[in-house]
């Protein structure tokens, strides 16, 4: 299947929509605040901090966020291990929901302090994933937001909810007002797979179907559900309905989620301001601009913690203020 991305490089972050022939299949954001953030296929030098005997594994810091886990299963043809020692080693998992990344053993390092070594480029990580003959083009990636809101309306009637919790994602089907839960049922397979591939949530998944009681009709959802995930590049288990109607199922995950990534309120609105100030930068060409925006985001924006002010000053001109308001919008003053 041919395979096209399409890369928005913002003030603040970087987007990436990949499409499998027309549809939307996968997104990424990768933002300025996470430069040093250990990603998919990066090596790492890092210091084992601990050793714990009964996970048969090691913690490994890294020098940004949560310590790395590896496992000694992880470690073939690896000198006996031991805390303080330096090592070289490969993101195999990222850091997911305030787990650390998991790691390969590669090598000892006779660095004296945690650093990135090899960090992967965007057009790189693409190419790895897709395949070396992805289209890769820019453009504008607009209404990323949405791709996380928690319920999606269904075709025909009904919705479904997406929920994550500490120990599973639990998805509940609802008919709504629509007469047959059969149907509402088919409809919603195609809806899970995507918003699952989209949003890149995975691990234990739950999904609560309505009350189905001829076996043909479960037995046609599971088969359903197959071949939804045929195309998916991630490894998806999945088991029969059980008798009280929830089809359990496992995907598994190597890159950050984008629920994750919009947990911050703070540095989401901020994106989305700066976005809005640029876009309406080109549009009024001159004009001294205005952004208004609440008083978290104007916050998070003042620390300017990743320099986006002077990137914006390079890319309109310094012809531009924020201010506290009550929602985000742009003043033009012409």
């Given at each position: 299947?041919?395979?096209?991305?399409?890369?928005?490089?913002?003030?603040g972050e970087t987007r990436i929509a990949v499409y499998e022939g027309k549809r939307l299949a996968?997104?990424?954001?990768?933002?300025?605040?996470?430069?040093?953030?250990?990603?998919?296929?990066?090596?790492?030098?890092?210091?084992?901090?601990?050793?714990?005997?009964?996970?048969?594994?090691?913690?490994?810091?890294?020098?940004?966020?949560?310590?790395?886990?590896?496992?000694?299963?992880?470690?073939?043809?690896?000198?006996?291990?031991?805390?303080?020692?330096?090592?070289?080693?490969?993101?195999?998992?990222?850091?997911?929901?305030?787990?650390?990344?998991?790691?390969?053993?590669?090598?000892?390092?006779?660095?004296?302090?945690?650093?990135?070594?090899?960090?992967?480029?965007?057009?790189?990580?693409?190419?790895?994933?897709?395949?070396?003959?992805?289209?890769?083009?820019?453009?504008?990636?607009?209404?990323?937001?949405?791709?996380?809101?928690?319920?999606?309306?269904?075709?025909?009637?009904?919705?479904?909810?997406?929920?994550?919790?500490?120990?599973?994602?639990?998805?509940?089907?609802?008919?709504?007002?629509?007469?047959?839960?059969?149907?509402?049922?088919?409809?919603?397979?195609?809806?899970?797979?995507?918003?699952?591939?989209?949003?890149?949530?995975?691990?234990?998944?739950?999904?609560?179907?309505?009350?189905?009681?001829?076996?043909?009709?479960?037995?046609?959802?599971?088969?359903?559900?197959?071949?939804?995930?045929?195309?998916?590049?991630?490894?998806?288990?999945?088991?029969?309905?059980?008798?009280?109607?929830?089809?359990?199922?496992?995907?598994?995950?190597?890159?950050?989620?984008?629920?994750?990534?919009?947990?911050?309120?703070?540095?989401?609105?901020?994106?989305?301001?700066?976005?809005?100030?640029?876009r309406e930068a080109r549009q009024s060409g001159g004009a001294q601009l205005v952004l208004e925006?609440?008083?978290?985001?104007?916050?998070?924006?003042?620390?300017?913690?990743?320099?986006?002010?002077?990137?914006?000053?390079?890319?309109?001109?310094?012809?531009?203020?924020?201010?506290?308001?009550?929602?985000?919008?742009?003043?033009?003053?012409?």
């Open positions: 299947m041919k395979h096209r991305a399409v890369i928005d490089r913002g003030i996968e997104l990424f954001i990768r933002r300025w605040s996470d430069k040093n953030r250990p990603r998919l296929g990066d090596i790492f030098a890092g210091k084992i901090t601990s050793i714990d005997k009964s996970m048969g594994a090691a913690f490994v810091d890294l020098s940004h966020g949560p310590h790395g886990l590896l496992k000694f299963t992880e470690a073939k043809g690896a000198p006996r291990l031991t805390e303080g020692q330096m090592i070289k080693a490969e993101i195999k998992r990222e850091a997911i929901s305030g787990k650390g990344p998991v790691l390969r053993f590669i090598d000892l390092s006779d660095l004296t302090k945690p650093m990135p070594l090899v960090q992967i480029e965007l057009e790189d990580f693409l190419k790895r994933r897709f395949g070396p003959n992805i289209v890769i083009e820019e453009a504008p990636v607009n209404h990323v937001e949405d791709a996380v809101d928690a319920e999606t309306a269904l075709p025909g009637g009904g919705d479904i909810a997406i929920e994550r919790t500490r120990a599973l994602i639990a998805i509940d089907v609802d008919k709504g007002s629509a007469q047959n839960g059969y149907d509402v049922s088919k409809a919603a397979i195609p809806i899970i797979a995507s918003q699952l591939r989209l949003r890149g949530l995975g691990g234990l998944i739950a999904i609560d179907f309505p009350n189905l009681r001829q076996p043909k009709q479960r037995e046609d959802l599971y088969n359903r559900m197959q071949s939804a995930f045929e195309n998916d590049r991630n490894s998806v288990k999945i088991a029969p309905i059980s008798r009280f109607g929830v089809m359990e199922m496992s995907r598994a995950i190597k890159t950050r989620p984008l629920d994750d990534l919009f947990a911050d309120k703070a540095e989401n609105g901020a994106m989305l301001a700066l976005r809005r100030l640029e925006v609440p008083e978290h985001v104007f916050n998070w924006l003042e620390r300017d913690s990743i320099g986006w002010r002077a990137a914006m000053t390079e890319r309109i001109g310094a012809r531009f203020a924020v201010v506290r308001g009550a929602e985000i919008r742009v003043n033009v003053d012409r």
